[in-house]
């Protein structure tokens, strides 16, 4: 198959391509570095060209209230273009318990994503995901200073962004979902002890005080950051991440 990655150059985008091609398929990147602006539409014909799959993994570059806006521009140019361009299959990635977090306007933002593709003319899956390994350096570093951290006690179910990238191209060899599919990893951590875990590894002195009101993750109800019962779980551990 031709498939198209939109954000192909990125952390989980250049990962999927890796994979896709591995697999046999002709997977081409695509990002304002080779061209293609999903808010503008440059290049987004020829990009789309043949494709018989586009997946959209761009993302924001904010997280406040100028989210939703980007996604509502970027969805319907593409989506646009692969309806003339006869494409078979959108996917997006988004995130596990992202319509139970009313109060993050970037979680409301990808909402709108979500809800965009599904009225859109083009079929369609949605792989949701928790929060990367890979991220939780820049969680803690929102409420941090030079001898302390303050995370909330909130549960996480992270996961690797290699397992998410596998879970992403799984999905975008298949037939459209016409749903959703939700992985996570493996373990389910309150924040503040796996901003312990972290510090520890990373020989970090600093002390991890538990604080219910600070950072984003603060905001989200008990329970929905972490695997419903459907969800794909993955195989990579944290402890044998950071081992790595």
């Known amino acids: 198959m031709k498939i198209a990655v939109m954000g192909g150059t990125g952390l989980i985008g250049s990962q999927v391509v890796k994979i896709l091609r591995a697999a046999g398929h002709d997977a081409l990147p695509h990002s304002q570095s080779t061209g293609v602006d999903l808010l503008t539409g440059q290049g987004l014909a020829e990009a789309l060209k043949d494709a018989d799959v586009v997946v959209n993994l761009t993302n924001s570059p904010t997280f406040d209230d100028a989210s939703p806006a980007f996604f509502q521009t970027t969805m319907d140019n593409l989506l646009t273009a692969a309806e003339r361009a006869g494409v078979g299959h959108a996917v997006i990635l988004s995130i596990v318990g992202v319509d139970l977090v009313p ?142």
């Not at 993050?104 to 965009?116: C, S, T």
């Not at 979902?177 to 520890?200: C, K, M, S, Y």
């Open 103 to 244: 109060d993050l306007a970037y979680y409301r933002a990808k909402v709108l994503q979500e809800d965009i593709l599904k009225a859109g003319p083009v079929p369609y899956s949605i792989v949701r995901a928790t929060q990367f390994f890979e991220f939780i350096g820049a969680v803690m570093s929102w409420t941090a200073d030079e001898n302390t951290v303050r995370l909330p006690s909130s549960a996480l179910q992270p996961m690797a962004a290699a397992d998410v990238a596998q879970a992403v191209a799984d999905v975008s060899a298949g037939v459209p979902l016409q749903g959703i599919r939700n992985v996570a990893g493996p373990d389910v951590f309150p924040l503040d002890e796996l901003g312990r875990i972290t510090l520890a590894a990373q020989g970090d002195q600093r002390t991890v005080t538990t604080d219910d009101s600070a950072g984003m993750f603060a905001a989200t109800p008990s329970g929905v950051l972490i695997a419903p019962q459907d969800a794909v779980i993955a195989p990579t551990s944290y402890r044998d991440w950071l081992a790595r």
